[in-house]
């Protein structure tokens, strides 16, 4: 009797035990990434404080915080940010959906292969800063310029991704859906996409890290608002602690849109049987 | 009835693999094709089931001439061949987007019931075995009901103990409906087990040999001596089939790609 009470009034405590501890190494395990960055920002502020170095030219992260906040504070930073991530998400989707239907049908129809693919791969080879002159001649120096630009980074990560992850599709799986007479349509609805949507979400991915790339790059040349300019701004008048700033937000935008994509596309891949997979449920 | 007549492929690259190949299969008969690599038989299954067309010849069923896929021709794989990415219900349920969705998951329910995993409707195919992933692949081909299911080398990929168990499994299954079934092997036991008839086949090109029925009483003994029996005449018929080759010295021709490199011996 005295046994039995025991054993009921001890298993609560050796069952949550455990599991609130599963639970804190589960809050901790992101943590460990900050170690590092955090890390180094201490020592800086540290070394400054102590007179070490004047950061005049690295200023310490105590000023960085200040500018970033007298930025926000202003609304100078939510208008920068917006004016570059307008421009960011514009060409993104121009240049993801021009990569998704060309990169499908490149890899649908072996003709059309032959046909397109060698001239965009040649004009891949070209540096896309290099199109810059020609595109304001042509669009002008506002936001169809840099939209493009963007588009133009943005599409060749997305088509090459595409292409190749339909081109290389299993033959047997597509023999499954031959022999279920699934149409054209169906056909690439219910079996290619799918097969391909790990590939997608990887080239997704790269494609917004060219477009943030791009964005910089056509805030550069004469933009009176955007990250970009804030940047070249911070240069001329000799604040280094704005470029901070400004390059901390860029760093801030540029994770949180890739952690949205990876958020919007992990449900739809939990089917995957892969050694990243298995990594995770571990 | 399923008529195959005078069928012949010669590939692209030149490689006869199929030569004049006739046969006539009654409608709930169980045919069995053995034959050593490269005679063929794979190509003739993709042949009947519309994926491939043959260069001569031409297959029918019930007067029907098959060109392409038919939704009354099913197909059993060496490999599962399941779609990652759908759970074992929504593989199963893949040929039957047509149905109205109540009596697809109906249907659905009932075929994977049928093949005794009913604990595994939902779970993604990387949880499963290779025995049951094969039962999910026989339960998504029947569970459209096709009159003619062909099977190739469906049972290859699996250790003994599961092989014997699925054989059993699909002649359970097999007596629901009584589809007609034609079954490439290079199993000699399971082609006894399984069929009611065994053709063999001679390679280079693939060649219709001889035509053996065997006839045996069902559930069958794989102890008795008529299995024994049946299956010293499944396997002189294989030995003549290979000596021919043996005497003809044959120029090697490339295997084509999908078919099994192993050998039925």
């Known amino acids: 009797m005295s046994l039995a009470l025991m054993t009921a009034t001890a298993e609560p405590a050796t069952a949550t035990q455990p599991q609130r501890r599963r639970h804190l190494a589960r809050l901790a395990r992101p943590l460990l990434g900050l170690i590092l960055p955090i890390g180094l920002a201490l020592f800086w502020e540290i070394a400054v404080r102590m007179g ?9 992260p105590s ?23 307008w421009r960011v998400f514009a060409g993104f989707a121009c240049g993801v959906a021009a990569g998704t239907i060309l990169g499908a049908l490149a890899g649908y129809s072996a003709l059309l292969l032959r046909v397109v693919d060698p001239t965009l791969q040649a004009l891949r ?26 588009a133009v980074g943005v599409f060749f990560p997305v088509y090459l991704g595409v292409m190749g992850a339909v081109v290389s599709v299993d033959r047997k799986i597509v023999e499954v859906g031959r022999v279920f007479r699934l149409s054209g349509f169906e056909m690439i609805s219910r079996i290619l996409l799918p097969a391909v949507l790990p590939a997608y979400v990887i080239s997704l991915r790269a494609g917004l890290g060219l477009g943030w790339m791009f964005v910089v790059a056509a805030e550069f040349l004469g933009a009176s608002t955007g990250l970009g300019f804030l940047l070249i701004d911070g240069q001329q008048l000799g604040k280094p602690a704005q470029i901070v700033a400004a390059i901390v937000a860029f760093a801030i935008l540029g994770k949180l849109t890739d952690w949205l994509v990876v958020a919007v596309t992990n449900p739809l891949l939990r089917w995957e049987d892969s050694f990243g997979a298995r990594q995770q449920e571990a | ?15 006869h693999a199929l030569d004049r190949v006739s046969l006539n299969v009654e409608i709930g008969e169980i045919v069995a094709v053995v034959g050593g690599s490269g005679c063929g038989k794979s190509t003739l299954l993709r042949a009947i089931s519309g994926l491939d067309t043959p260069t001569q010849g031409s297959v029918t069923l019930n007067r029907e001439t098959i060109l392409a896929p038919h939704e009354k021709i099913g197909m ?14 929504g593989n199963v349920g893949f040929g039957l987007n047509h149905v109205p969705k109540a009596e697809r998951v109906r249907r659905v329910a009932e075929a994977i019931d049928r093949v005794g995993l ?8 990387r949880e499963l075995s290779g025995g049951q992933a094969q039962r999910v692949a026989i339960a998504r081909a029947l569970v459209t009901r096709p009159e003619v299911l062909l099977l190739d080398e469906p049972f290859s990929a699996l250790d003994a103990f599961t092989r014997v168990d699925l054989q059993d499994h699909l002649l359970d299954l097999w007596a629901d409906t009584k589809p007609t079934l034609i079954v490439v092997t290079h ?9 009611d008839r065994v053709v063999v086949m001679r390679p280079r090109p693939g060649r219709v040999l001889e035509d053996i029925v065997t006839n045996l009483p069902r559930p069958r003994d794989r102890q008795s001596a008529a299995f024994d029996f049946a299956k010293r005449r499944v396997m002189a018929a294989l030995d003549r089939s290979l000596e021919r080759i043996a005497e003809k010295k044959p120029a090697r021709e490339p295997e084509k790609a999908g078919q099994a490199t192993s050998h039925w011996w």
């Open chain 1, 52 to 60: 070490l170095s004047n950061g005049r030219l690295v200023p310490p």
């Open chain 2, 1 to 15: 009835m399923l008529t195959i007549d005078r069928v012949g492929k010669t590939y692209a690259n030149g490689v």
């Open chain 2, 118 to 125: 009913t604990d595994k409707a939902n779970v993604w195919p």
């Open chain 2, 187 to 195: 199993d000699v036991e399971e082609a006894i087990v399984l069929a």
């Open chain 1, 125 to 150: 080879s070209i540096p896309s800063i290099a199109w810059v002159p020609l595109f304001i001649l042509w669009f002008g120096i506002f936001e169809a310029s840099k939209v493009i630009l963007i």
């Open chain 2, 76 to 89: 059993i794989f060496q490999e599962p061949r399941l779609l990652p990415w759908l759970t074992v219900a």
């Open chain 1, 63 to 85: 000023v960085i915080f200040n500018t970033f906040a007298e930025l926000a504070r202003s609304g100078d930073l939510q208008q920068h940010s917006l004016a570059t991530m």
